[in-house]
């Protein structure tokens, strides 16, 4: 089945940029999608469809995709970023959905 | 649009977990939306369980597709979660959420999730 490989950490000063990658084979042929989650709290998504941005996400979070690597960027990085970060892709080979592992945001 | 699980907290082992996930703010008999039910054990990653369309089509995660029933409700506007011969392996917070494309889902809104324990 398909695979999506996250590093499990990230960890800068407030202020810098953070690039929160998600890898796969050939991920950039699929639809990316990323999730925020705060401790105690249900997900809610940042990116849709590799770089769309819902509604009441700050312009700071940004998305990109491309070959076997989709990233997550946000910028200006916050202390109210911090949060496990999940990428997702439907795996239409076989019809279900894909999580990462997900990555912690340390923001030092 | 706002999702509600509810269900039991503690079930033994060996029997099934079922648990309902009733919406509100909206309908869930939308032909533009799919209901999908998410679990993650404590401290670990997100695990897709399976999902429902309102006319009762079905997708299963291949790793729990022989023990997952997932069914709608249109007239009460709830779907339910039927995960059967539980073990411990299956703790964890089960969260259930509105899917957007059947054949390149995401998920928007999500419910704030119920932790089912599995223990004797």
């Known amino acids: 089945s398909y695979v999506l490989t996250q590093p499990p950490s990230v960890s800068l000063a407030p202020g810098k940029t953070a690039r929160i990658t998600c890898g796969g084979n050939?991920?950039?042929?699929?639809?990316v999608h990323w999730y925020q989650q705060k401790p105690g709290q249900a997900p809610v998504l940042v990116i849709y469809y590799d770089s769309d941005r819902p509604s009441g996400i700050p312009e700071r979070f940004s998305g990109s995709n491309s070959g076997n690597t989709a990233t997550l960027t946000i910028s200006r990085v916050e202390a109210g970023d911090e949060a496990d970060y999940y990428c997702?892709?439907?795996?239409?080979?076989?019809?279900?959905?894909?999580f990462g592992g997900g990555t912690k945001l340390t923001v030092l | 649009v706002q999702l509600q699980e509810s269900g039991p907290g503690l079930v033994r082992p060996s029997q099934a977990l079922s648990l309902t996930c009733t919406v509100s703010g909206g309908s869930i008999s939308s032909d533009y939306y799919y209901w999908s039910w998410i679990r993650q054990p404590a401290g670990k990653g997100l695990e897709w369980i399976g999902r429902?369309?309102?006319?009762?089509?079905?997708n299963y995660n291949p790793s729990l597709k022989s023990r997952v029933t997932i069914s709608v409700d249109t007239s009460k506007n709830q779907f339910s979660l039927n995960l059967r011969s539980v073990t411990a392996a299956d703790t964890a917070v089960y969260y259930c959420a509105r899917g957007h494309n059947w054949n390149d889902d995401l998920f928007d809104p999500w419910g704030q999730g119920t932790l089912v324990t599995v223990s004797s």
């Open positions: 997702q892709v439907w795996d239409s080979s076989t019809d279900h959905v894909v």
């Open positions: 050939n991920i950039g042929s699929k639809s």
């Open positions: 429902v369309s309102s006319r009762g089509n079905t």
